[in-house]
């Protein structure tokens, strides 16, 4: 019985090695990027990175000062370029069983909270007059 109960218990740790190992593979990315010789992704910032349970796949989060939506698609296209020697760092400089596939996704959460700090300022602005 004993045995059967701790089975059923979750480990209240799994979730801790996904962030460890998220913040580590956003640390080595970031480092990494330094390395890289492209104009695409000089003024780009690492924000996050999510790995998943199984830690087969990390979305990586990113932010830059160009906020258009091409402006996007080509950091995406040049992280996509350089996907394979990041990955390679990253599995160079980690211990995993598996490097994970690295995906690029910008970061809206900066972009939100603008755009809504920006209505509010404006609807603050209305009521004032």
Do not use: Y
């Not at 460890?20 to 003024?43: H, K, N, T």
């Amino acid at each position: 019985m004993a045995r059967r109960n701790q089975r059923l218990q979750t480990d209240h740790r799994a979730g801790h090695r996904e962030a460890r190992v998220g913040e580590l593979i956003r640390r080595i990315v970031a480092e990494s990027m330094e390395e890289l010789d492209d104009e695409r992704l000089s003024m780009v910032s690492i924000t996050g990175c999510e790995v998943g349970r199984d830690l087969h796949r990390a979305v990586i989060w990113f932010t830059s000062l160009d906020t258009s939506e091409t402006g996007d698609l080509t950091i995406v296209e040049a992280f996509d370029e350089h996907a394979r020697r990041l990955r390679r760092s990253v599995g160079d400089q980690t211990r995993l069983r598996r490097t994970p596939e690295l995906v690029f996704r910008p970061d809206m959460t900066l972009r939100s909270a603008e755009r809504i700090e920006r209505i509010l300022e404006s609807e603050s602005g209305d009521t004032k007059a």
